[in-house]
């Protein structure tokens, strides 16, 4: 069974609207991340959480929100998406070993913005 | 972001020739490295990690050995093989906040027949 799911796998949305992806981790991690996966940049931290009701900006945060209501849920909210923000969209969890978070990865979602 | 530097972007390769994917970082904290693999529509996947100097790291044939001094932490495999074509990350995690990894701009390995 996947530990770290996401929801949609694909998505078409229309400029100007809002988008709502959805991540869900068995892992009973305290660290959730999202990132984006572009050709040429490969994968770059939107933004990332602790735990439960907290979040933190990551690299490229411009354009997105995030949302962590629980242990097991992180969502990556898109008020008014634009064309720029295609991309494949992946979340992962994670739990400080040694201090350093080792990372697992959901499916990913593939989002088109027309 | 340019934390980790990758410099193929494309790598093809016979099947059975050793591979080499190069990559170097740039920190002032005590780094730890790791390599990621995604094969086609699929989610990256932990290959190797490292945070120790002058050290190998194996798994699945692939190794790795994370060098200080010159910065680096190239991914090897003596023989690759078809099931090897994916495309590889390295990434970074560095202080003060080991909670979050840097990319580098990945490589993608193709094995020929």
Not at chain 2, 33 to 56: C, G, I, M
Request: hydrophobic share 30%; aromatic share 12%.
């Amino acid at each position: 069974e996947a530990a770290v799911t996401q929801s949609p796998r694909n998505k078409v949305a229309v400029t100007g609207g809002k988008v709502t992806l959805s991540c869900n981790q068995t892992n009973n991690h305290n660290n959730m991340y999202w990132y984006r996966q572009d050709t040429g940049h490969g994968l770059r931290l939107i933004h990332y959480s602790y735990g439960a009701g907290s979040t933190e900006k990551g690299d490229i945060p411009d354009g997105y929100k995030a949302s962590r209501p629980s242990q097991e849920n992180f969502s990556l909210i898109l008020e008014l998406a634009t064309p720029s923000q295609t991309s494949v969209y992946f979340c992962a969890s994670g739990d400080p070993d040694w201090g350093v978070a080792e990372q697992f990865f959901g499916p990913g979602t593939r989002l088109t913005v027309l | 972001g340019d934390s980790v530097t990758q410099t193929e972007g494309l790598v093809t390769l016979t099947k059975g020739l050793p591979v080499m994917l190069n990559c170097t970082y740039q920190t002032t904290y005590s780094p730890f490295l790791f390599w990621y693999v995604q094969h086609l529509n699929e989610a990256p996947k932990l290959l190797l990690k490292s945070s120790t100097d002058n050290k190998r790291t194996e798994h699945q044939g692939f190794y790795a050995t994370l060098h200080k001094s010159s910065s680096s932490f190239h991914l090897q495999k003596s023989s690759v093989q078809l099931s090897d074509s994916a495309l590889y990350f390295c990434a970074l995690s560095e202080g003060p906040n080991y909670n979050v990894l840097y990319f580098g701009s990945g490589t993608k390995l193709t094995v020929e027949p």
